[in-house]
């Protein structure tokens, strides 16, 4: 599937939105640990409501990140932009359309015709 800009804004999004999540469910976990009894052999129990509030912090950024993505600016992409994207999404075998039919021409007015130098084809 071809990359478009709005679509790699969105999977921007996404992705963000996932961290923010794992950073709320790990900071939720830190919170939970520090308030049961200690395990032997775990260490560091002190140290879970620092973290806690460190990832917490860190969520809240990232939730600002989010607020400023979720609305991308709407500048059109130039026609060397959109065909980045679209080669990114294709991978290094994309050729344009009017490339190959050019060279497949050159290729044909070489066989058919006996001609050797097709110009720039």
């Known amino acids: 599937m071809p990359i478009t800009a ?3 804004d ?3 999004v996404r ?3 996932d ?3 794992q ?9 939970e640990l520090s308030r049961k009894p200690q395990v ?7 140290e879970f409501p620092s973290l806690a509030e460190e990832y917490e912090n860190r969520a809240q950024k990232y939730r600002e990140v989010a607020r400023l993505l979720r609305d ?23 050729e344009p359309a009017a ?3 050019a060279s497949r021409a050159g290729e044909v007015a070489k066989q058919t015709l006996g001609i050797q130098n097709v110009g720039c084809l």
Do not use: C, M
Not at 40 to 46: A, S, V
Not at 72 to 94: F, I, M, V
């Open 72 to 94: 991308p600016p709407k500048t059109p992409l130039s026609p060397n932009q959109e065909d980045a994207l679209l080669r990114l999404s294709l991978g290094t075998n994309y």
């Open 40 to 46: 032997d052999g775990i260490t560091g129990y002190h």
């Open 15 to 17: 992705k963000v939105n």
């Open 6 to 8: 709005e679509g790699a």
């Open 99 to 101: 490339v190959a039919v």
């Open 19 to 21: 961290i923010i999540e």
């Open 23 to 31: 950073y709320e469910a790990a900071a939720r976990q830190l919170r």
């Open 10 to 12: 969105l999977e921007i």
